[in-house]
């Protein structure tokens, strides 16, 4: 349930942004916006890895 929930938010029609873009710059901001949450959510992880390595290894 919780992935169906997830696909429906992450469900986005590039092509026809494209098409109702105002010019070709707008193609540069669409691909960061896609691209943005999933560096952020691997940072984040990668952050959390670190922190419990980090913890680990003090012990």
């Known amino acids: 349930m919780i992935r169906a929930f997830i696909y429906l938010l992450q469900e986005v029609d590039i092509d026809q942004k494209l098409k109702e873009a105002p010019d070709d710059s707008y ?9 943005l ?23």
């Open 37 to 59: 949450p999933f560096v952020v959510l691997v940072f984040i992880a990668y952050a959390i890895y670190r922190y419990n390595k980090n913890r680990v290894k003090d012990e």
């Open 27 to 35: 193609a540069i901001g669409i691909f960061i916006g896609n691209l």
